[in-house]
């Protein structure tokens, strides 16, 4: 029996611009969240991450109404991350249409906590990593002193149902996965 395949993007975004970077630097703009989430959605992809790659450095929470507005177009799972601090966080998105919560840089307390409340279906862990398997946090520049897959089998002890595994050295250039 062979497994069914799934789309799921991951569009990573600076307020209301989409962004690219090549090895978690230099982030260019690519286009506006709204209209690729529209896209998405007329592409029928299976899911869709919609990750604010700026809002931990800025110190900005999750934006209910900007989470809102990308729910409303999104007719299909749709998981937000980016400045999820708290379980109030959590609920922020998950109360404004979001179906999933990413938690990248917070502690393992917060996925912990999160997948008791709500269920491991909605808690996927994020982890960026780069040489030596090492992980990072803050979007790729504070190594975070775990290796990425002891750091994996922690967030899963802790009730994370979905991981995102990032490798730093290739993203962003079309060198495909790091299998």
């Known amino acids: 029996m062979m497994l069914a395949k799934r789309i799921i993007p991951t569009l990573l975004r600076d307020g209301d611009r989409l962004v690219k970077g090549e090895t978690s630097n230099g982030w260019r703009s690519v286009g506006h969240a709204r209209q690729a989430v529209r896209i998405m959605a007329q592409r029928g992809v299976d899911e869709m991450v919609l990750l ?9 929470r999750p934006d209910p109404a ?3 507005e990308y729910a409303d177009e999104c007719f299909m799972p749709l998981t937000v991350g980016g400045g999820i601090r708290s379980i109030e966080d959590v609920k922020v998105c998950l109360d ?4 999933k919560i990413a938690i990248c840089t917070s502690s393992s307390r917060l996925i912990e906590e999160a997948a ?3 269920g491991s279906q909605a808690v ?12 990072f946090s803050h979007c790729g520049t504070r190594m975070m002193g775990w290796p990425a897959m002891a ?3 922690k967030y899963a002890q802790d009730g994370a149902g979905e991981i995102i595994l990032t490798s730093i050295d290739r ?4 060198a495909g996965y790091d299998i």
């Open 124 to 135: 996927v862990a994020v982890i960026d990593y780069g040489k030596d398997n090492m992980a």
């Open 52 to 60: 604010d790659i700026t809002a931990t450095a800025q110190n900005r």
């Open 151 to 153: 750091l994996a089998r």
């Open 66 to 68: 900007k989470i809102r």
């Open 116 to 118: 008791t409340r709500l």
């Open 96 to 99: 404004n249409g979001a179906d």
């Open 171 to 174: 993203e962003g250039t079309m």
